[in-house]
């Protein structure tokens, strides 16, 4: 994690990145994570976690289907979470 301060006040909201492996239909790439969490009490965080990848990256095609709109190369991954301390 890059950017991720030692401590938060409840109510802050941070912005750090965080790289990890990704796997699609057995083909794993690393990804980089921008994710803005806030600190909602002592024991919860909530928050949003993005990043792009390309279909072709992971052997993805797009699919040629008449009247189809146009599907881009680059996908926004948008992960929303919740952590609670046990």
Same mark, same amino acid.
């Given at each position: 994690?890059? &950017?991720?301060?030692?401590?938060?006040?409840?109510?802050?909201?941070?912005?750090?990145?965080?790289?990890?492996?990704?796997?699609?239909?057995?083909?794993?790439?690393?990804?980089?994570?921008?994710?803005? /969490?806030?600190?909602?009490?002592?024991?919860?965080?909530? &928050?949003?976690?993005?990043? /792009?990848?390309?279909?072709?990256?992971?052997?993805l095609?797009?699919?040629?289907?008449?009247?189809? /709109?146009?599907?881009?190369e680059?996908?926004?991954?948008?992960?929303?979470?919740?952590?609670? /301390?046990?």
């Amino acid at each position: 994690m890059i &950017g991720l301060p030692k401590s938060v006040n409840i109510g802050d909201t941070v912005t750090f990145t965080i790289t990890g492996d990704l796997t699609i239909r057995d083909v794993t790439n690393a990804v980089t994570f921008t994710v803005e /969490a806030t600190a909602v009490s002592p024991t919860q965080l909530t &928050g949003t976690a993005t990043a /792009a990848v390309s279909r072709g990256d992971y052997g993805l095609q797009i699919p040629s289907v008449p009247n189809v /709109a146009n599907v881009e190369e680059e996908v926004e991954l948008i992960i929303e979470f919740v952590a609670n /301390a046990s």
